[in-house]
C-alpha cells in the first residue's frame, strides 16, 4: 500500500512537501515516483527515486524546484516542493515499481496510491 500526504492549498512561489509511506508489497519496490493529474488532462510523471544509490529523475516541468528523497528506515518517500506556480495545481500520486524508464517513458508502474490534491493560487 501507499499513502500519500502533505497537500494543500498553497500561493504561487510558495512551498510544500508531500510524503509518500510504502507497506506491504511495495515495501521492497526498487523505485518510488511521483505523478500528478490535473483536471482534464493526462496523468504525467514528476518525479522518481529509486532506492539504490538515492537516484533521482525529473520531468523537465519541476527540474530545480521539486527534489525527491527517501528515508528508508520509514520506507517513506518526499517531495518537496518549491517555488510552487498555478500550473503545478493537480492530484499528486505515489507510485512504486521496479524500473525509472517505465515510470519516465511509459508513466507506469506497478502500485498506485491514492492522491492528495496540491493547489497553487496565483
Known amino acids: 500500500q501507499l499513502q500519500a500526504s502533505g497537500g494543500g492549498l498553497v500561493q504561487a512561489g510558495g512551498s510544500l512537501r508531500l510524503s509518500c509511506a510504502a507497506s506491504?508489497?511495495?515495501?521492497?519496490?526498487?523505485?518510488m515516483g511521483w505523478f500528478r493529474q490535473a483536471p482534464g488532462k493526462e496523468r504525467e510523471f514528476v518525479a522518481a527515486?529509486?532506492?539504490?544509490?538515492?537516484?533521482?529523475y525529473y520531468a523537465d516541468s519541476v527540474e530545480g524546484r521539486f527534489t525527491a528523497s527517501g528515508e528508508k528506515v520509514k520506507n517513506t518517500v518526499y517531495l518537496q516542493m518549491y517555488d510552487l506556480k498555478p500550473n503545478d495545481t493537480a492530484v499528486y500520486y505515489c507510485?512504486?515499481?521496479?524500473?525509472?524508464?517505465?515510470?519516465?517513458?511509459?508513466?507506469?508502474?506497478?502500485?498506485w496510491g491514492k492522491g492528495t490534491q496540491v493547489t497553487v493560487s496565483s
Open positions: 506491504g508489497r511495495t515495501f521492497n519496490s526498487a523505485v
Open positions: 507510485a512504486a515499481g521496479e524500473t525509472m524508464g517505465t515510470m519516465i517513458l511509459a508513466n507506469g508502474a506497478d502500485y
Open positions: 527515486f529509486a532506492w539504490r544509490g538515492a537516484t533521482t
